[in-house]
């Protein structure tokens, strides 16, 4: 089964979106726009929070209880979670699951101890990836030494239920994914993986799913062109692939 999941950066209760994590632009009203993606029966949803991330203050927790009122695809919910007192908001406040970045690169702890509270199907973790001599290393390890996948190994390890990688590089170029590296994870992964970065065209998903990169996370070829959730199911419908209409 193929997952097509909306990528939203929240910014002053506004939805934003950039390349390469820099030059955002107004991208709408999040609550009109995930009440659209639900409708159109996305598979999951995902919202951040950047002031929150770039702060390491508390998210909106306000937008988030609106928005959790009304919808009813799976919502995945981070920005500035550090501790176990903002994991509990956010999931006390209608996320199905926390999205977890930059911090499990201090606090190794922390997933574990989410995990035993709450369990890790209500866990995300999310490594932002970038190009370092004809590899990758995570965007926050200083020490450029850890390796992506067996970092990954690391996570599971300690409980996490999904993984999210995010390609900085071409996050956001609409240049297509990066399909080599991402078969490599997949090789040695235990728990789902989604993929982000790149996704500009049909033709971009579809290379993603004969390559079984099945849970595609996509951000502006939804929200600067004419597709929408139902034209990219329709379409990898016809391509053969099984999607959830």
Avoid: H, W
Wanted: proline share 2%; with cysteine.
């Amino acid at each position: 089964m193929i997952r097509i999941i909306p990528s939203l950066l929240l910014s002053k209760k506004k939805l934003v979106k950039g390349q390469n994590f820099s030059n955002y632009k107004n991208a709408g009203n999040p609550i009109t726009t995930i009440l659209a993606l639900d409708s159109q029966k996305a598979d999951e949803i995902f919202l951040i929070d950047l002031d929150a991330y770039r702060s390491r203050k508390n998210p909106d927790i306000e937008t988030l209880k609106k928005i959790s009122e009304i919808l009813s695809t799976p919502l995945t919910f981070g920005g500035g979670v550090e501790s176990i007192d903002v994991s509990k908001k956010i999931l006390m406040n209608g996320a199905d699951k926390v999205f977890i970045n930059t911090a499990f690169l201090s606090n190794k702890k922390l997933i574990e101890e989410i995990a035993y509270i709450f369990g890790s199907q209500a866990i995300v973790a999310g490594l932002n990836l970038i190009n370092y001599k004809n590899s990758f290393i995570i965007l926050g390890d200083n020490s450029k030494k850890i390796d992506p996948i067996n970092y990954i190994k690391e996570l599971e390890d300690r409980g996490v239920g999904e993984i999210k990688i995010t390609y900085v590089d071409i996050e956001g170029t609409r240049k297509g994914m990066e399909i080599e590296y991402s078969k490599k994870i997949l090789a040695k992964a235990r728990v789902p993986i989604i993929f982000e970065g790149g996704i500009g065209k049909l033709d971009d998903l579809k290379e993603c799913c004969l390559n079984k990169i099945n849970n595609i996370a996509i951000g502006n070829l939804i929200t600067f062109s004419d597709y929408n959730i139902i034209k990219i199911k329709q379409y990898l419908k016809n391509e053969n692939f099984e999607v959830r209409i």
